[in-house]
């Protein structure tokens, strides 16, 4: 099984260190570099729960609860890169375990494993990151893949949903004519944070018929409530960073 | 369209040909924009163009699979799902995390920057590159160049499309490129 950190060894110097991994794995207390534990303690209050909730969360995960094994790798395969893209985020890097192919290899088996045979004839795939996850598992349920992209990007004829931005606002698009009423769809992005940009492909999916099944994400921020925001539609995700 | 010498020969390609819409004066006056996002509503044609790839990379040893923002994200994965091999995604400036390294390439006015992450490929990885189309060569060179810096071998360029006109295969100096559809 290839290691998550070793493409990334020899660099290490020059990285954002590696962080502990999501609350997910026993990793969460994990010894780190000297380095790392100074820089995520100013963090850890805001964005992370405290060390003590943490810690029950964790013997929570250790114990049997039906979790499937293939989730443990895939949680420490995402790396977690500090004040990106501003001071204060902790931002989810998937592209890790994009380098790992067991892990990349579960992930979409987990998510096919959930979504074949149900009659879903639409997998819609937010931009960009939306568009590594969907095709791969629209290919083995035997489904479209649906892009969701930013405005003029689409050449056709397309409908347009605008969503709140933390600053102003931003536009999704989808091709007329790419998806017909009663269609079942089901929607895909890396990571939910506050569950704007899925409210948005929800909404413009919903607007020509097609009936929601799901919204499925590999990462889900859980303080930040995006599920709220999600209607009837029902989330799914593998790994939840809180 | 018509096969030439410089496409695959196979009876799926006809199929994935038809697929491919063009949209006129998108996304200005004059081009003929190919429009890959209804091949993608045809599961049986994107499983065709996957499969057609995957036939003729997967006994390269191929180690690292690079897709192009943002349609090369599209094919890359199921490419490099099927082989066995690590995804890398090519991004425009400032999306990736992390330590990047980057590389300029020229537009019709003015220019851009494809960026990778630092520590992704080494040496040792025999890389494809894949995008869903290619007009002048401009991406597709510096993401060989992005590759190549970072120590990889590039064995191949791979996309769906080629616009032979633009003469984007002669820019690749000498690089193999495989595509399925050309388009005159």
Do not use: W
């Not at chain 2, 044609?45 to 599209?74: C, P, Q």
Request: glycine content about 8%; proline content about 6%.
């Amino acid at each position: 099984m290839q290691t998550l950190i070793s493409p990334f060894v020899s660099h290490s110097l020059r990285l954002a260190p590696p962080l502990p991994r999501n609350s997910l794995l026993n990793n969460y207390h994990q010894a780190s570099p000297i380095r790392l534990s100074s820089h995520f303690s100013t963090t850890s209050l805001r964005l992370f729960n405290s060390g003590a909730a943490a810690a029950s969360r964790d013997s929570e995960m250790t114990t049997e609860d039906g979790k499937d094994p293939r989730i443990a790798k895939i949680a420490s395969s995402i790396r977690v890169i500090p004040d990106f893209p501003k001071p204060g985020i902790m931002f989810q890097d998937i592209t890790t375990l994009l380098l790992d192919t067991e892990a990349f290899k579960d992930t979409i088996a987990l998510f096919v494993e959930r979504y074949q045979g149900r009659g879903i004839s639409v997998v819609a795939g937010v931009e960009a990151r939306g568009f590594i996850f969907g095709p791969p598992i629209a290919l083995a349920i035997g489904a479209k893949f649906v892009p969701m992209r930013k405005p003029k990007k689409l050449p056709g004829k397309v409908i347009s949903e605008e969503y709140s931005l933390e600053y102003g606002t931003d536009k999704m698009e989808m091709h007329v004519g790419a998806v017909e009423p009663g269609e079942r769809a089901i929607i895909i992005d890396d990571l939910i944070a506050t569950g704007g940009t899925l409210a948005a492909a929800i909404r413009l999916l919903e607007r020509v018929g097609v009936k929601i099944v799901e919204c499925a994400c590999v990462i889900e921020l859980p303080e930040l409530k995006g599920k709220e925001k999600l209607g009837d539609a029902p989330l799914f995700v593998l790994v939840s960073s809180a | 369209m018509s096969e030439t010498e410089n496409e695959v020969k196979d009876p799926r390609i006809q199929g994935i040909k038809t697929k491919i819409r063009v949209v006129p004066d998108f996304p200005k006056k004059g081009i003929m924009f190919q429009d890959i996002t209804t091949l993608l509503l045809d599961p049986k044609a994107f499983k065709d163009t996957i499969d057609l790839f995957v036939e003729r990379y997967r006994d390269m040893n191929i180690s690292v699979v690079a897709g192009i923002e943002a349609r090369g994200f599209m094919f890359g994965p199921p490419i490099a799902l099927a082989i066995g091999a690590k995804f890398v995604p090519l991004r425009k400036p400032k999306k990736l995390p992390g330590e990047i390294i980057f590389e300029e390439y020229e537009l019709e006015y003015g220019s851009d920057r494809l960026e990778m992450q630092v520590g992704a490929v080494d040496s040792g990885d025999r890389a494809l590159v894949v995008d869903d189309l290619i007009a002048t060569g401009g991406t597709l060179c510096a993401a060989m160049n992005l590759l190549e810096r970072a120590g990889a071998k590039v064995v191949e360029c791979a996309c769906v499309i080629e616009l032979p006109e633009l003469k984007g295969r002669e820019r690749l100096e000498g690089k193999s490129l495989c595509v399925l559809v050309e388009y005159r």
